[in-house]
């Protein structure tokens, strides 16, 4: 019923830039909150970045001042610009959205992944 494609993921060097899309269909994302995730192999999975209903965000204290969400919602589009990436930023990066904007890492819908590589 919701599709969410995440794309814009690469590989970079230390210090580098990259903006994460979220193409969302079925729905207007402005009804949702919507967020970013991420794991790296052996890791717990983690949040990284969320912007509700009314256009508050939120961020991990490890990406704030480096990580931007934002959404354009005549595209249903989620975004998360990157800057100043490090090599513990490196893992698969998923797009979540949730009608009820719900707390911890219970989404109802889930993209599936866009892999983000930081070398050093």
């Known amino acids: 019923q919701v599709q969410l494609v995440e794309s814009g993921g690469g590989s970079v060097q230390a210090g580098g830039s990259l903006r994460l899309s979220c193409a969302a269909s079925g729905y207007s994302i402005s009804r949702y909150c919507m967020g970013w995730?991420?794991?790296?192999?052996?890791?717990?999975?983690?949040g990284v970045a969320d912007i509700d209903t009314v256009g508050s965000t939120s961020y991990a204290?490890?990406?704030?001042?480096?990580?931007?969400?934002?959404?354009?919602?005549?595209?249903r589009?989620?975004?998360?610009?990157?800057?100043?990436l490090r090599p513990e930023d490196t893992?698969?990066?998923?797009?979540?959205?949730?009608?009820?904007?719900?707390?911890?890492?219970?989404r109802a819908y889930w993209g599936q992944g866009t892999q983000v590589t930081v070398s050093s």
């Open 91 to 106: 893992a698969m990066y998923y797009c979540a959205a949730d009608p009820w904007c719900r707390r911890g890492g219970y």
């Open 61 to 75: 204290d490890s990406v704030r001042g480096r990580f931007t969400i934002s959404q354009d919602t005549a595209k």
């Open 37 to 46: 995730f991420r794991q790296a192999p052996g890791k717990e999975r983690e």
């Open 77 to 84: 589009t989620l975004y998360l610009q990157m800057i100043s």
